[in-house]
């Protein structure tokens, strides 16, 4: 069987990363392809670091499209073929005039979760303003969504199953800008790319607000490197890019900034 221990070594989210174990070990034993429930992007790192060595199976993550932040992963022995069409997925129209009373990805996922629904069994979910959203959920759950999920704040909705081809997804809007820094601090990096004072991202950090390639950072010193993920709660994502010297020995940083 696989090297749990060592698989599990010092990861973020032991947990998780156990689950998805369990589901590979079937995996070997059984000859099947198994599936695990939605993962958030920081455990879906931790599994793809782990995983990377083992030889005897292969998986596949699918979060019904390409930029999808929650996916499942597919793990198969390595001798069985496998793909992105065995990661078994559904989606729900939810629709409500939300004209008068706009809700956010947070009310939409409350009112999921207030129906008795866990959160590993939901995937993303696209906001589509006045009109309602849709999300990525387990199969199983569409069902139950249909008839239990009929309201989101003040507002009645709908909740129909679509195909994964009608999700409105919108690309990220992107702005593209240059900081020069005297240190590749993650504080001022952050501050630069998020148009926030120094300070206050370095409060942020501590707070446990902003992580770095999905992982929890709370060290405002923290080195960045280029290639970089940066993600503050509630202000989109930052990506860092080349990384120059300048003739005055301080760092020329390109950054992408993502909402």
């Known amino acids: 069987m ?3 221990e060592e698989l599990l070594k010092g990861v973020e989210n032991r947990d998780s990363l156990a689950r998805v174990i369990d589901l590979a070990e079937q995996a070997i034993k059984t000859w099947e392809v198994t599936v695990t429930d939605f993962l958030s992007p920081a455990v879906l790192i931790e599994v793809e670091e782990r ?3 083992l ?3 292969d998986r ?8 999808a932040e929650r996916q499942r992963i597919g793990i198969a022995r390595s001798e069985i073929p496998l ?7 559904a989606a729900v129209d939810i629709a409500g005039n939300f004209l008068f009373d706009a809700a956010t990805h947070r009310d939409f996922l409350g009112a999921m979760l207030g129906t008795g629904v866990v959160r590993e069994k939901v995937g993303d979910i696209l906001v589509l303003g006045e009109r309602g959203a849709q999300a990525i959920v387990v199969p199983e759950l569409v069902e ?3 008839t239990n999920l009929n309201q989101v704040r003040s507002v009645p909705v709908k909740v129909r199953r679509i195909e994964l081809e009608e999700l409105k997804v919108r690309p990220p809007k992107k702005k593209e800008m240059t900081t020069v820094e005297a ?4 504080d001022a990096i952050a501050s630069a790319g998020f148009g926030l004072s120094r300070s206050k991202m370095s409060d942020a950090i501590s707070a446990g607000d902003v992580r770095v390639n999905w992982k929890e950072v709370s060290q405002p010193s923290y080195a960045v490197k280029s290639g970089d993920l940066i993600s503050f709660r509630g202000k989109g994502r930052l990506e860092v890019g080349e990384i120059a010297i300048t003739k005055k020995e301080r760092y020329r940083v390109q950054l992408t900034r993502f909402v």
Do not use: C, H, M
């Open 2 to 4: 696989l090297p749990r």
């Open 51 to 53: 995983f990377a060595k």
């Open 144 to 146: 139950f969504l249909e």
């Open 183 to 186: 240190s590749l601090r993650l």
């Open 60 to 67: 596949v993550a699918w979060g019904g499209y390409p930029q």
């Open 83 to 89: 793909d992105a069409a065995q990661v078994n997925l």
């Open 55 to 57: 030889t005897e199976i």
